[in-house]
C-alpha cells in the first residue's frame, strides 16, 4: 500500500516583495508563514523549505535507525535527531547534516556509529536528497 501526504502552499506576489503559508492536509495546528527573506536571511518566525525538509529529513532519519538498530537486537530507548539544511540562494540547497544522540543499551559506540551510518544511506528522504551532500554525526548518550 502506498500512502501520499499532502502540503498546501498559498503565496502572492513577486518572490523578493511577496510572502505566503504552507498547511499540511492532516495538521490542525494552522499555516505557517514562508517568504524569501526568511529563505535568504533567516528567521525565528517565519518557515523555510529547508526548514521543512530538515523536519522530514530527522523523522526519517529517527525511524530509519530505530528500526536498524531494533533489528539489530539493540532496540533504542531514545533517539533524538536533528537536521540542519543548508541553502545559499543562487546555488540551491547544499547539503543536509544530521545529528543524532541516542540511549541504546548494550551497543558499542563503534557498532552504533556503523548502525547509524546505514540508516543515514537507507532512509527513504536521505535517497530523496542524493543530489546534495548528507553528513552525519552520531553519538551515545
Given at each position: ?51 521543512l525538509?530538515?523536519a ?11 528500526h ?45 556509529a ?28
Amino acid at each position: 500500500m502506498s500512502v501520499t501526504s499532502e502540503a498546501n502552499t498559498t503565496w502572492t506576489g513577486s518572490l523578493m516583495e511577496g510572502s505566503g503559508t504552507v498547511a499540511f492536509s492532516t495538521s490542525h495546528l494552522g499555516t505557517f508563514p514562508i517568504d524569501w527573506k526568511a529563505r535568504s536571511e533567516g528567521s525565528d518566525t517565519t518557515t523555510t523549505p529547508e526548514e521543512l525538509i530538515a523536519a522530514a529529513h530527522a523523522s526519517c532519519f529517527s525511524m530509519a535507525l530505530s528500526h536498524a538498530l531494533s533489528e539489530n537486537g539493540t532496540p533504542p530507548e531514545r533517539v533524538n535527531t536533528s537536521a540542519s539544511v543548508t541553502f545559499k540562494p543562487g546555488t540551491g540547497i547544499t547539503g543536509s547534516h544530521l545529528n543524532v544522540n541516542a540511549v541504546v543499551p548494550g551497543i558499542t559506540p563503534e557498532r552504533f556509529a556503523e548502525i547509524a551510518q546505514g540508516a543515514k544511506v537507507g532512509c527513504p528522504v536521505s535517497q530523496a536528497l542524493a543530489g546534495i551532500e548528507i553528513t552525519l554525526e552520531a553519538s551515545l548518550a
